[in-house]
Structures are given as structure tokens and as C-alpha cells.
């Protein structure tokens, strides 16, 4: 194994989800078969993890991430039903999909996130001998600066339809931030192509609720900084037609949501949410 440079707090969530996502490989009722999550956490997702459950959630099991998994996983194979080939993952973290999904031949997969990351995780790969399922190209990036460019040099196709993946993303970005990156992977997405995330409502965010839980994350140098009560209204601008499933919606529950102890609600919001987004009519979305 290669030596990885340290890890920003940030790109530390990753392991967090990986550690998750190994927990729900190991239940008998899984939604969903991850075998590399183990490998992926290392030592410092669990403890990540526990130290969280402990100190926020009281030892409950958030199903929020095995939901969000199956239910994107779910979509991703979806789209690649309907023909698309071109997939991009923005801060794709230790994500395991392009080594566990079927893949149809022929697809591609960009995994964008921070440099040292991605050398850890292709360290990781290599230790497993893990074999990708499709054509999976890494790429080291800032995704607050530029990546467009390097996206395109490595490959990607702007006349092609684009599955977009933006997981465990949206809500470390501020809005400025968060309206950049909307608009750059627009400004990209040929027509057909679809965006696949997870949210967060703006009031749900700010509620008393939610205070303990920002705060902690904040302490651990990974705040959340945004979300959206009207994600309608917000992809709409940069051309998207979205849907959003809040958790617990029936096709957002698998079983797992009922009686779940965690997202505090604020009475005419929808607390987190999963969001797919579609292109509108006339080409390119861009913004309007
Ligand atoms: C919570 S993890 C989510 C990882 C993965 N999508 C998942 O759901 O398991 C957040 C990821 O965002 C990445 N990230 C955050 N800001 C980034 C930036 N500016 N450029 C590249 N990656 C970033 C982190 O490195 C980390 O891998």
C-alpha cells in the first residue's frame, strides 16, 4: 500500500458512510450488499460513527443511509435501463458502485472527489484486489474549483446523456457554493440526462431539533451550511424538473422508516429528502 497523504475532516465523512453501509452489508434483512464498505471505513470510520451515535442520536440507528443507498442505488440501475452509459459521482467518497452494481456494458463511471481521497481509496482497491464493474475513471479534484475542465479532459462526453450523483454533498456547501456546482454540471448535462441527490429542508436545518447535531459537526471541521425547503423551485432555475421523495414516503422507506427516532420534523416540511431530477424540455439545462 502506497502512503496516502492525511485526510482533510471533511473527506473523513466518507469513511463514516462506508462504516454504515458495512454495518447494513452485515444485517440479514440488508437493503443492499456492499462486501468493500468494511475495507473502505478502515479503523477510523467506526469510531467516527460510534462517537456520533453516542453523543447524538443515543445509540439509535439512523436508517437515513441505508435508505438513501438502496434508493439511489435503485435509480442509478434505472437509468442505466434506460440507456445511459456516462455517470458522474461528485464527492464520490468511498462509494462502492462501481465495483457492486451490474453495470450494463459499455458504462462509464467518473468518481470525482478530493486528491488524497481518491489515493486512499485506490490504495484500499488495490490491498482488495477489487475489480470495477465498469469502465471507472477516478478524478482527483477541488469541486470549488475548477473540474469541468478536467472532467472533459479525462474523457467525458458533453454530447452524451449524464447520470449526476451527488450524495452526502449538498448540505456541506453554502448556497453560493452549492448554486455553482448546480449550474457547472448543468451547463454540462447533454438532454436525457439526470440528477440524482440527497437534501435537506432549510427550516428543518435551523430547527431546535437539529441544533445538536449542527453543532457537533461543526466541531468536527464539517458543518452543514445549507439546504432548501423549495428544491422544486431551486433545480427548476437551472433547468431540472425534480421529484422529491422525503424519507419515509413509500417509496423512500424500505421498511426501515417507521418508528425511526431521528430527523425531527418541523410541521410543513419535509425534513431530508431524496431528489431526482430530470431534464426539462429544449436541450441543455441552463439557468433560467
Ligand atoms: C459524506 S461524504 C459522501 C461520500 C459519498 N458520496 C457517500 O455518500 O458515501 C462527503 C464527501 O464529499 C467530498 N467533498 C466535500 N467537499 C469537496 C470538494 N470541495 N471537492 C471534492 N470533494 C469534496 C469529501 O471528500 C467526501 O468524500
Same mark, same amino acid.
Given at each position: 500500500m502506497g502512503v496516502s497523504e492525511p485526510l482533510d475532516p471533511l473527506a473523513k465523512t466518507a469513511l463514516w458512510t462506508a462504516s454504515m453501509r458495512a454495518r447494513e452489508h452485515e444485517r440479514e434483512d440488508r437493503l443492499f450488499s456492499d462486501p468493500?464498505?468494511?475495507?473502505?471505513?478502515?479503523?477510523?470510520?467506526?469510531?467516527?460513527?460510534?462517537?456520533?451515535?453516542?453523543?447524538?442520536?443515543?445509540?439509535?440507528?439512523?436508517?437515513?443511509?441505508?435508505?438513501?443507498?438502496?434508493?439511489? =442505488? =435503485?435509480?442509478?440501475? #434505472?437509468l442505466d435501463r434506460r440507456g445511459l452509459r456516462q455517470f458522474v459521482f461528485l464527492a464520490v467518497g468511498m462509494d462502492s458502485r462501481a465495483f457492486r452494481l451490474p453495470w450494463s456494458p459499455g458504462v462509464v463511471v467518473f468518481e470525482l472527489d478530493r486528491p488524497a481521497l481518491l489515493s486512499l481509496k485506490d490504495d484500499l482497491v488495490g490491498s482488495a484486489a477489487a475489480q470495477s464493474l465498469c469502465a471507472r475513471v477516478p478524478l482527483g479534484v477541488d469541486l470549488l474549483a475548477e473540474w469541468t475542465e478536467p472532467l472533459v479532459e479525462s474523457g467525458f462526453d458533453q454530447a452524451m446523456p449524464t447520470g449526476w450523483l451527488l450524495e452526502g454533498l449538498l448540505y456541506f456547501l453554502d448556497p453560493q457554493? #452549492? %448554486?455553482?456546482?448546480?449550474?457547472?454540471?448543468?451547463?454540462?448535462?447533454?438532454?436525457?440526462?439526470?440528477?440524482?441527490? =440527497?437534501?435537506?429542508?432549510?427550516?428543518?436545518? =435551523?430547527?431546535?431539533?437539529?441544533?445538536?447535531? #449542527?453543532? #457537533?459537526?461543526?466541531?468536527?471541521?464539517?458543518?452543514?451550511?445549507?439546504?432548501? %425547503?423549495?428544491p422544486e423551485r431551486l433545480f427548476e432555475g437551472f433547468g431540472w424538473d425534480v421529484q422529491v421523495s422525503a424519507y419515509g414516503e413509500p417509496h423512500a422507506d424500505y421498511g426501515r422508516w417507521a418508528g425511526a427516532t431521528v430527523a425531527p420534523g418541523v410541521p410543513g416540511t419535509r425534513g431530508r429528502y431524496l431528489l431526482v431530477g430530470e431534464q426539462g424540455q429544449g436541450g441543455k439545462a441552463v439557468r433560467r
Open positions: 468493500l464498505a468494511r475495507v473502505f471505513a478502515g479503523t477510523e470510520g467506526p469510531r467516527i460513527m460510534v462517537q456520533f451515535e453516542g453523543s447524538v442520536q443515543s445509540g439509535v440507528e439512523d436508517p437515513a443511509l441505508a435508505v438513501r443507498t438502496r434508493f439511489l =442505488d =435503485d435509480w442509478l440501475l #434505472r457554493e #452549492r %448554486d455553482l456546482l448546480v449550474e457547472q454540471l448543468s451547463g454540462l448535462s447533454a438532454p436525457g440526462s439526470c440528477l440524482l441527490a =440527497d437534501y435537506v429542508g432549510q427550516s428543518v436545518l =435551523d430547527s431546535p431539533g437539529m441544533a445538536s447535531w #449542527r453543532a #457537533r459537526m461543526a466541531e468536527q471541521g464539517y458543518p452543514w451550511k445549507s439546504g432548501s %425547503d423549495d
